[in-house]
């Protein structure tokens, strides 16, 4: 059961690394360096590892991209080599040791065999891409290129990646500019400056969202239709509509000791920031992980 439920998770996993190359052609590169990978892994010549290395210097991508395809290559290829060592832990019980060491030797035979064999197709494979499939492959990284840096560009013309105050009268039409807006109502005391703090950072790491604030006892009208009661409180909108708030400091910890780590994980479990991809930037570790200091003040007051 256990050998049927290792395999499954693997095999699940690697389908998953796989799907995620969606060229043709990246998918043959792949599969063709996890067979050398097995190779490798399971019989370990010297010639197997220097022809590994000079095939992988001459693939037509960038250096991260063959630091992926590498990586990939290697966990497809460790599945196999752990479904091996599964099945031998099962039999290895049942066998004295020379019959183990016959069916070791002829499956390690038989799975070499099969895999210089696909090495071989893969290798005519490749030899047959022409100029046309590998600019075709260019071309689509441009574009997506491209269009990131657009809307990089239309993100900083929106105002993106500043953390800025705005009046009651501007908040409509900045919430319709943008698809996801973090707007904190506050006023002038400490918890709303703890929350300034951490926002003014999250700021500059997420271009993707844009990071206001709106002074709450300013703007009556707006915090009695959004139903702003406790101070500090945000308002997480997407798509024009208040989806979501975050009211004090009760699911941050309950204290304005908080780092800037939990109320970024806050707000991307409501969607309206981005951890990883589109827009989002590495986090500055010690400022990420900086706690502001402890106040005797309350968390959070009410109007």
């Known amino acids: 059961m256990w050998l049927i439920l290792q395999i499954s998770v693997d095999d699940a996993c690697n389908l998953m690394l796989l799907s995620s190359y969606r060229h043709p052609s990246e998918r043959k590169i792949l599969l063709s360096m996890s067979l050398r990978v097995c190779v490798i892994?399971?019989?370990?010549?010297?010639f197997s590892c220097l022809f590994f290395s000079l095939w992988c210097a001459h693939l037509p991508f960038?250096?991260?991209?063959?630091?992926?395809?590498?990586?990939?290559?290697?966990?497809?290829s460790l599945s196999l080599r752990r479904y091996l060592s599964l099945v031998l832990s099962q039999i290895q019980p049942l066998m004295d040791e020379s019959q183990v060491a016959q069916i070791v030797e002829k499956q390690v035979l038989t799975?070499?065999?099969?895999?210089?064999?696909?090495?071989?197709?893969?290798?005519?494979?490749?030899?047959r891409l022409d100029l046309d499939d590998l600019e075709a492959l260019r071309e689509r990284r441009l574009q997506q290129m491209k269009k990131m840096a657009e809307k990089r560009?239309?993100?900083v013309s929106l105002g993106h990646g500043e953390?800025?105050?705005?009046?009651?009268?501007?908040?409509?039409?900045?919430?319709?500019?943008?698809?996801?807006?973090?707007?904190?109502f506050y006023r002038e005391n400490w918890p709303c400056k703890v929350m300034d703090k951490h926002l003014a950072i999250l700021a500059k790491q997420h271009m993707e969202t844009r990071f206001l604030k709106v002074h709450a006892e300013?703007?009556?009208?707006?915090?009695?239709?959004?139903?702003?009661?406790?101070?500090?409180?945000?308002?997480?909108?997407?798509?024009?509509k208040v989806?979501?708030?975050?009211?004090?400091?009760?699911?941050?910890?309950?204290?304005?000791?908080?780092?800037?780590?939990?109320?970024?994980e806050r707000l991307a479990r409501a969607k309206v920031i981005f951890?990883?991809?589109?827009?989002?930037r590495p986090a500055n570790t010690s400022a990420a992980k900086r706690s502001v200091r402890q106040s005797d003040a309350n968390s959070s007051d009410s109007d």
């Open 41 to 46: 892994l399971i019989c370990g010549p010297p």
């Open 62 to 76: 960038s250096l991260l991209s063959r630091c992926v395809f590498v990586a990939t290559a290697i966990s497809l």
């Open 111 to 127: 799975v070499a065999k099969a895999v210089e064999d696909k090495i071989d197709e893969e290798i005519a494979a490749l030899d």
């Open 153 to 155: 560009s239309k993100w």
């Open 163 to 184: 953390y800025t105050e705005i009046g009651e009268k501007e908040f409509f039409a900045a919430v319709k500019a943008s698809e996801r807006v973090v707007c904190h």
């Open 218 to 240: 300013k703007s009556p009208f707006l915090t009695e239709k959004l139903r702003i009661v406790v101070l500090p409180t945000l308002a997480l909108v997407k798509n024009a």
């Open 243 to 264: 989806d979501d708030y975050v009211v004090g400091f009760d699911e941050l910890g309950g204290s304005d000791g908080f780092s800037t780590e939990v109320l970024e």
């Open 275 to 280: 951890l990883e991809g589109e827009g989002s």
